[in-house]
T-cell receptor
Framework: SQTIHQWPATLVQPVGSPLSLECTVE??????LYWYRQAAGRGLQLLFY??????ISSEVPQNLSASRPQDRQFILSSKKLLLSDSGFYLC???????????FGSGTQLSVL | AQSVTQLGSHVSVSEGALVLLRCNYS??????LFWYVQYPNQGLQLLLK??????LVKGINGFEAEFKKSETSFHLTKPSAHMSDAAEYFC???????????FGAGTRLFVKA
């Protein structure tokens, strides 16, 4: 069966520090991968999606970047965190477009 | 462009009462529509989805939703609320043939004893 792993679960970082959040999927090949951010009262905002290795689409101009170095690995990064980067970050994967998204358990990021 | 509007950021019902969570979407092509539920500090779980065929879809935990193309709506209902239904609910839309899923802002459901 397929599983999705996302870590860490919580993270507290100072303003200006770098960020690396990792997400891996097991039990499937060539998944579509997604990073969402959830801020209080604002629903889920799509940040990045990837349909293959090295292929990244950015949805919102921001301080973050994403990479997909392997088929089932998706990384969210920042060189210098801002206060506004705080939020709950969710990784997700899907096979075909009419299927549901499978979500990881999320990372609560607090930038202080 | 796709968009999703959920009317009411907070909904409060009594245990045993009808649950109605509203969702309207915009899409220039036939959509795939989803409802997800999120419990505190967790990821999202699928409640139900509409892709093609029957417009009334049934999901887990007694929830159902009806796709109404003329009203561009996909409202979520449950005949009788249970305390365990208290959570945040998200409506989402994907274009057929597209890769992006766009979510509404969410509706937090409170269930009173």
């Amino acid at each position: 069966s397929q599983t999705i792993h996302q870590w860490p679960a919580t993270l507290v970082q100072p303003v200006g520090s770098p960020l690396s959040l990792e997400c891996t999927v097991e039990g499937t090949s060539n998944p579509n991968l997604y990073w969402y951010r959830q801020a209080a009262g604002r629903g889920l905002q799509l940040l990045f999606y990837s349909v293959g290795i090295g292929q990244i689409s950015s949805e919102v101009p921001q301080n973050l970047s994403a990479s997909r170095p392997q088929d089932r690995q998706f990384i969210l990064s920042s060189k210098k965190l801002l206060l506004s980067d705080s939020g709950f970050y969710l990784c997700a994967w899907r096979g075909t477009t009419n299927e549901k998204l499978f979500f990881g358990s999320g990372t609560q990021l607090s930038v202080l | 462009a796709q968009s999703v509007t959920q009317l009411g950021s907070h909904v409060s019902v009594s245990e045993g009462a009808l649950v109605l969570l509203r969702c309207n979407y915009s899409s220039s092509v036939p959509p795939y529509l989803f409802w997800y539920v999120q419990y505190p500090n967790q990821g999202l779980q699928l409640l139900l989805k509409y892709t093609t065929g029957a417009t009334l879809v049934k999901g887990i935990n007694g929830f159902e939703a009806e796709f109404k193309k003329s009203e561009t709506s996909f409202h979520l209902t449950k005949p009788s609320a249970h305390m365990s239904d208290a959570a945040e609910y998200f409506c989402a839309v994907t274009h057929t043939g597209g890769f992006k899923t766009i979510f509404g802002a969410g509706t937090r459901l409170f269930v009173k004893a």
